[in-house]
């Protein structure tokens, strides 16, 4: 029997929001590999193994998945969201560096429901017009890099989605990053806080960066930052699809 | 009855990419309105009223949808990939400007998959690390405005993203757009051109900036360039998820 490793997006957690290529892929898996919360979403079944892991075991997880893909295993990598944005897909591609044998592998990517696009549909519309999608945690990059990110983001007049925006260890980044924002957007902009958006949990919340804290994003929440015609109507907040020249 | 209006994302193409969510409101549907394409991707049945309408008159067809969902009827205003996404969704909102009668309506955004996700997803994760998502078409913005979006995205060596890459009515935009990139990102950077993700006509591929040219790319087209640490493996193409600080 062939190996074939997916890498499957689970989408923001509704699961009306999986796509029918993903269901179909998990119905055909022998077995299923991500950190744990995702893993869990996958029903047990007979002939169906389960590998949870932790977090930040990113490369070690991907190196297990391909071994039991080159061992003829029908291995479906899962991460929420989109495997492609912050997650599994990255690991993966990286794991196969200098591995000619797994280059070989039957490997596709599954696209999912990203959590800013969720969050954006919930909110309304405020990625309708150019927007750029930035990783707030420092773990994988300085916060230098960031902030430099963050500023040719807010001269370039985009709208940002922000992921990972606060993490436990480390919180004090968030607020660095919303000081950067209020210089370089002023205190009126809009920003919107979209927690567990499809979940039971959802809360959505948009402020100004003027009253904006940090304690309003934990790491279940995206962030999204309008451009400076983002505005509200009724309950919703949008950008316009134009500039005017 | 009461109206309902949902903006719903068809995916890239591929029923397989379509949410049940989505499946579910055509099902409930009495109305389709959207661009004829799109549109003819729901199949007829008793009961659907199909509303195709011509590209480029995004706001009367919001418009006619708003009036259709005030008189009571199920309206789902479709888009193809994301509606939120240089889609439907922004021009409702536009729409509902100064009607606080359409305000009060059941106005709801079903996510789809977008273009560009699927687009990475064929190619392997060239946007896995930080991007940024820009409409070419300079029907809506001036060209000066795209042109300084590109070059500060550049200089935060973000991945990026581009939509209608290249109209049949001016070409010249995009060939200006790769000049701009080349002096920016140097001959060396890898561009991805993905035609027609995920149907019949699927088409990648994967160059230098110094290799490209603008007849890569049509209006079916995604162009995805890398950021200064994209590399391929094997047949693919992915960012890594860290920057070395």
Redesign the interface.
């Known amino acids: 029997m062939t190996g074939k490793l997916v890498i499957a997006g689970l989408?923001p957690g509704?699961?009306?929001?999986?796509?029918?290529?993903v269901t179909?892929a998990l119905a055909a898996a022998t077995d299923i590999v991500g950190y744990f919360p995702y893993v869990a979403r996958v029903a047990p079944r007979a002939g169906l193994t389960l590998h949870p892991s932790d977090n930040r075991v990113?490369l070690d997880r991907a190196r297990a998945a391909l071994d039991m893909a080159a061992a003829g295993r029908q291995v479906v990598v899962v991460s929420s969201g989109?495997?492609?944005?912050?997650?599994m897909?990255?690991?993966?591609?990286?794991a196969?560096?200098g591995r000619?044998d797994w280059?070989?592998l039957d490997?596709?990517?599954?696209?999912?429901?990203?959590a800013m696009?969720?969050a954006?549909?919930?909110a309304?519309?405020?990625?309708?017009?150019?927007?750029?999608?930035?990783?707030l945690s420092d773990n994988?990059?300085?916060w230098?890099?960031i902030e430099?990110?963050l500023r040719?983001?807010a001269?370039?007049?985009?709208a940002m989605a922000f992921y990972n925006p606060r993490s436990a260890s480390r919180p004090e980044g968030f607020a660095r990053a919303l000081d950067t924002l209020r210089q370089e957007c002023g205190p009126d902009r809009l920003i919107t806080f979209a927690r567990a958006v499809s979940t039971p949990e959802e809360r959505l919340l948009t402020v100004t960066l003027g009253e904006a804290t940090p304690d309003m994003a934990d790491m279940r929440t995206v962030v999204i930052v309008g451009n400076s015609a983002t505005r509200r109507?009724?309950?919703?907040v949008?950008?316009?699809?134009?500039?005017v020249?």
Chains 1, 2 share one sequence.
């Open positions: 989408g509704d699961d009306r929001l999986v796509t029918p290529e179909a990113e989109d495997p492609g944005v912050f997650a897909a990255s690991a993966v591609f990286e196969l560096e000619t280059q070989a490997i596709r990517v599954l696209p999912g429901i990203t696009l969720a954006a549909a919930a309304g519309a405020p990625l309708g017009h150019d927007f750029c999608c930035i990783n994988l990059k300085p230098a890099v430099t990110r040719h983001a001269k370039a007049d985009l109507v009724g309950r919703w949008y950008s316009p699809r134009s500039v020249g």
